[in-house]
């Protein structure tokens, strides 16, 4: 059983700009979740996705969005980047919505200089 | 909203000595409890849940939680940590609204646990 796998382990990127991070879900689960962890801070919802389509959101504005693939992988997009954004961002796979047990990827800590 | 409080930032022992980290939440209906654990460099990982049932739970490395409804509590225990127990804990709570529409995990800002051999 293959885990939860994101990529890439670290960015650094430069204020303003956009940045795409992806997450492959474990085998045989369809909905994927987004968290941000700021140093110091637990994991915060961002949104979830289930079958392609996104299943509820946290309190992130709108320049933060997602996609779901077919296969169930996932992407995240923050456009305009700020200095807040620097963050550890965790993908989070569960067997269906309606299931509570999420499975963690390992995280990308991304660096907005 | 749901909220989670974790009352310690730093907790440090020694090796066999007890263990309880406190966590509670708030949200006036029915919850699904989580803790999960982060050793160091490696991602989190779920240590026990509570759905339903028996309050006392027991999870993975000799953890385990107590649920008690009246004080919004579900405080991690275990009665004698190793040097190996060295990570960072958060309490997690799913608020459940039924119907698919439980989607969200909100954790507490996390207890780093130091044990000293």
């Known amino acids: 059983e293959t885990g939860v796998t994101q990529s890439p382990t670290h960015l650094i990127k430069t204020r303003g700009q956009q940045v795409t991070l992806r997450c492959s879900s474990q085998s045989g689960h369809n909905t994927v979740s987004w968290y941000q962890q700021a140093l110091g801070q637990g994991p915060q919802f961002i949104f979830q996705?289930?079958?392609?389509?996104?299943?509820g959101r946290g309190n992130f504005p709108p320049r933060f969005s997602g996609l779901q693939f077919p296969n169930y992988s996932s992407e995240l997009n923050v456009n305009a980047l700020e200095l807040d954004d620097s963050a550890l961002y965790l993908c989070?796979?569960?067997?269906?919505?309606?299931?509570?047990?999420?499975?963690f990827g390992p995280g990308t800590r991304l660096t907005v200089t | 909203a749901q909220s989670v409080s974790q009352h310690n930032h730093h907790v440090i022992l020694s090796e066999a000595a007890s263990l309880e980290l406190g966590c509670n939440y708030s949200y006036g209906g029915t919850v699904n409890l989580f803790w999960y654990v982060q050793y160091p460099g490696q991602h989190l990982q779920l240590l026990l849940k509570?759905?339903?049932?028996?309050?006392l739970v027991k999870g993975i490395k000799g953890f385990e939680a107590e649920f008690i409804k009246s004080k919004f509590s579900f405080n991690l225990r275990k009665p004698s940590v190793q040097w190996s127990d060295t990570a960072e804990y958060f309490c997690?709570?799913?608020?459940?609204?039924?119907?698919?529409?439980?989607?969200?995990?909100?954790f507490g800002k996390g207890t780093l646990l130091t044990v000293n051999p």
């Open positions: 509570y759905f339903s049932g028996d309050p």
């Open positions: 997690a709570v799913i608020a459940d609204r039924g119907g698919g529409s439980n989607y969200k995990l909100t």
């Open positions: 996705y289930y079958r392609e389509e996104e299943n």
């Open positions: 989070a796979s569960s067997l269906s919505r309606g299931t509570y047990e999420q499975y």
